[in-house]
């Protein structure tokens, strides 16, 4: 075990949540969400991988419930069957053997890409399938994540309380926008290794990357594109909160400092995912006339939000056609994206994994054996048809998680936490590498399916602080 100078940052706020319990301290389990590139120590026996500070985090908040009274029980109800934590554990059996039993058995079948840190060759390679340490690896981080799902859900179906998860997603939110400007900030004077302590974790750090001249944002995280995806989440759940109640100036605050974000990390798939996004959300709001259960001045907002977006799309259009650094910009960013050599290199991931999935009988060359640049195509190449089945009926379930009053702060809250997740889905469809859609996603949906349950005759006593949905 290597100890590392995020390492004594990461035991700080362990430690703070230890003394303060998870009940008064989810903000502080979500302070660790934008410490993507922060590693709590690295392991150079298991190929110098890294373990991150957000998964030392989903370790001790699951053992904060399971140390609570009936703690076990608990935790097994949130897996019952017929409900998303049933299927989750199912999806856990099956990439067990799918990681554990399949390279095995085509072992040689089939040509994967998978990551090198070997010391002759470091990155991306190709190489005949077989069972390699990123099984273990793969396997061990989705593991995390479903236990940060399994840990959420059930506090939050034990414990219900909307305005602490609103707490914990304004400190995400807060957090991140911060790391990124002093990204930026430090970068333009020189002192880029002011963020070097929170930039530990064993991977590829692009800190130094720029677009068109402007340093890429990507405060505690890798690189632009997960800065971006996470953003997206964000933004997701203070878009829906923000048009619900447009009076409130934190959800306004919130969804402009996340949009931000969006913008500045330059991603080419955080902009694709942004657009396609609203597109889903307003189709998805007119299909169901959501329009009826709004207020007028909620109506009225959405409808100058259209006319701003229509505006901007038709100035954007002007600028690119007139303006040489904007054409250049967005040539760079969106439009070239597919012809450069990361966008060719991509597809060919792309395709390999689609035949990885023939080659495999459909059954897939095993979790952590393949790598894409597609969730859906990482998913079918690894997990195959029955793990991608399992992993889109688990989302089935959970986007269809209902409040039993609707109108209520934990409605409000459980739909804003799906839309995170849908807008995070969207982003990673376009970029993940893995199955795996990170401990963020799985927590934000565990905390709408245990508010869900919450509200359906399965919590424990009611969430305080709230008198028929509305705030005391």
Known sequence: MQFLPSTPIALAMIGILLMIGLRRGLWV????????????????????????????????????????????????GTLRMGQPGGIALALLVYCILSALWVPSVFSGATEVFTISRSANVNGIRSIPLGPTSGNLTQLFTLSLS??????????????????????????????????????????????????????????SILSEAKMMGFKRMIGGFPEASSFGSFSMGLFGFWLHRCLLEPKSRLALTMVATAFFCVVRSTSSAAYVALVVFIGVYALYGAATRVGSVLTRQIVITAILGGLLIWHAMILIYATYELVEPVTAFLNETLFDKLGSDSGVERMSWNAQALKNLTDTWLIGAGLGSARASNWLLSSLGSIGVPGTALFAAFLIAVFRMQVRAAGTAADMTVQALKWGCVATLVT?????STPNLGVFFFAMAGLATGLARSTQGEAAKPAPGFVRGRAA
Do not use: C, W
């Open 29 to 76: 389990f979500f302070a660790m969400m934008p410490l993507g590139a922060a590693a709590a120590f690295n392991l150079p026996a298991v190929g110098n991988a890294s373990f991150g500070i957000k998964e030392l985090a989903v370790i001790v908040v699951l053992g904060l419930v399971m140390a609570q009274p009936r703690g076990l029980d608990n935790l097994l």
């Open 146 to 203: 479903l236990a940060a799902f399994l840990a959420m859900a059930t506090n939050s179906r034990m414990d219900p309380d909307p305005q602490r998860v609103e707490k914990a997603m304004a400190v995400a939110t807060g957090l991140n926008v911060a790391l990124g400007l002093i990204d930026i900030g430090s970068a333009s004077v020189g002192a880029s290794h002011l963020m070097d302590v929170l930039r530990t974790a064993n991977y």
């Open 428 to 432: 990673e469809i376009l970029i993940a």
